[in-house]
């Protein structure tokens, strides 16, 4: 008998519509509840800088100077607008009604380390983070939101830097190791997807936030960021053996910041560029936390690099031996490979890439490519044939107040429903997309400039550069149409 295959209609049934943020980007508290300091509390901003000086001096990459500033300075909060967020710590209630108005299905955020243990490796865990983060999540269980929590998205504990040098010692392994252990058994019955780390590929563009390496205490850059690198997939790796094991059938995905990669022209050197470009930048990361082993491909790269890794005895088995459950990746914009000199360059998230002359580019030079997902969708399904989430985007824009207080942001309806046209085309044809959670769905401090002035939320948050505001949320004109957007299902755009 022969079988028919059926198109599916559209978005499935429990599609996971959500909101994501981060906790050092939103919360604030950064010295309440038994908080540490940590490595986001530390990136200095002067909200007078000039568009310029902001691109230039934005505390990507840490050095000595900046750092000893930064536990100086340990009473200025406008200078180190992390440590004020849109204080989500002591609104959350207030933000979780809005949210269920919004009508969102899961609600991704991360969990602060130093919240949880503020030295890192403490001897017990402070209670009073558990608590906050027990009761958010409970919250969010309450008015219906699933709760998809990042275990590290970016910051950890200063401590673990001052002492051990971050990532690059195995003690930090094993403190995270605990961490995520405490998390999964405090919080198991709170969350519902889990992810150890965010924008993984974020410790090669972006060796502060991503690995929290100090740029001038460092003799061989490259070598040292994969070395942290490893460690990572290490403690990842073992992680998800924690996850699986106090927490059985539990999902545990692994992320990158996606690039999707085109080739500049059909010339075969170009072709060849994209395609290492992608291997270094993107697949490398997924293909250790999925399918579990370092990639054939980065042995030539590594010895380009002069990177030679040390690997203890019973790495390579514990990360063959724990991969993720699903794949999840950020998406913004797309970037295009070439051998050729002197190609026009354009910003992104947190990088610098080459231009692409057939798309429009955002408030921040950001290229703006719908199609660009769900060429991406496509890739890591066939590559990895397992669910898919796709934990971040959206469109950071200059939003202006009306005078009555509407906010009427069309570019950004445009950019979502551009974005989830694609995906649901994807979804058609044969894509397992499992969720999409829309980032900064309530303004937040921007990661990569450090602006409140770069707004992605359809929830407006009154504050400004310098945390200046009355921190009143008020509903954007897109609020209405993504409300509208979740309640059809994505059918109606």
């Given amino acids: 008998m022969l079988k028919t295959f059926k198109e599916p209609a559209g978005f499935p049934e429990g599609f996971l519509w959500g909101g994501a943020m981060a906790s050092s980007q939103a919360e604030g508290g950064w010295n309440e509840g038994g908080k540490g300091l940590d490595t986001q509390d530390l990136r200095y901003f002067d909200p007078t800088w000039t568009r310029e000086e902001r691109a230039m001096q934005s505390n990507r990459r840490m050095n000595s100077a900046k750092l000893e500033r930064a536990l100086v300075d340990m009473e200025d909060t406008e200078h180190y607008p992390f440590r004020h967020g849109i204080d989500f710590y002591h609104r959350y209630n207030e933000d979780l009604a809005l949210f269920q108005e919004l009508g969102i299905k899961v609600f991704r955020t991360s969990i602060c380390w130093a919240r949880i243990f503020p030295n890192g490796d403490d001897a017990e865990p402070n209670e009073q983070g ?90 061989h850059y490259d070598k040292v960021i994969f070395q942290c690198l490893h460690n990572q997939f290490v403690a990842n790796a073992r992680a998800i053996e924690a996850g699986h094991r106090i927490l059985p059938g539990s999902m545990i995905g692994g992320m990158i910041a996606r690039f999707t990669t085109y080739s500049a022209t059909c010339k075969p050197e170009d072709v060849m560029q994209m395609i290492l470009d992608d291997q270094y930048s993107n697949w490398f990361y997924l293909d250790v936390m999925a399918r579990g082993a370092y990639p054939a491909y980065m042995t030539r790269y590594f010895e380009k690099l002069g990177v030679a890794l040390e690997i203890e005895d019973g790495d390579l088995e514990t990360i063959a031996a ?61 590559r990895y044939q397992l669910p898919v989430f796709v934990a971040e985007n959206g469109l950071g824009a200059h939003d202006v107040v009306e005078a009555d207080g509407s906010i009427h ?46 707004r992605y939320g359809v929830i407006y948050v009154d504050q400004d550069d310098a945390g200046k505001g009355s921190l009143k949320r008020s509903r954007k004109d897109s609020f209405a149409w993504y409300q509208h957007c979740i309640a059809t299902n994505g059918e109606e755009l």
Wanted: charged share 25%; hydrophobic share 35%; with cysteine.
């Fill in 409 to 454: 942001d069309d570019y950004r309806i445009v950019y979502l429903r551009e974005h989830i046209r694609q995906m649901r085309e994807a979804v058609r044809e044969g894509v397992d997309l499992i969720g999409y959670t829309m980032w900064g769905f309530i303004d937040l401090v921007s990661c990569g400039s450090m602006e409140m002035s770069k």
């Fill in 130 to 219: 558990i608590e906050f983060y027990h009761d958010l999540f409970s919250g969010c269980h309450k008015r219906g939101i699933k709760v998809f929590a990042t275990m590290l998205h970016y910051n950890i504990p200063e401590s673990l830097v001052q002492r051990f040098g971050g990532w690059k010692s195995r003690k930090t392994v094993d403190a995270y190791v605990r961490y995520a252990e405490t998390l999964f058994e405090r919080l198991g019955d709170v969350v519902d997807y889990w992810l150890p780390f965010n924008e993984f590929n974020a410790g090669r563009f972006n060796p502060y936030n991503g690995v929290c390496l100090v740029e001038d205490q460092e003799e």
């Fill in 322 to 382: 724990n991969t993720i459950d699903f794949t999840a990746f950020s998406y913004y914009f797309s970037q295009v490979s070439t051998t050729s000199q002197g190609w026009e360059k354009t910003a992104g998230n947190l990088v610098m890439a080459n231009k692409n002359p057939y798309l429009q580019t955002s408030d921040w030079g950001w290229q703006m490519d719908p199609m660009g997902l769900r060429i991406t969708l496509h890739q890591i399904c066939d």
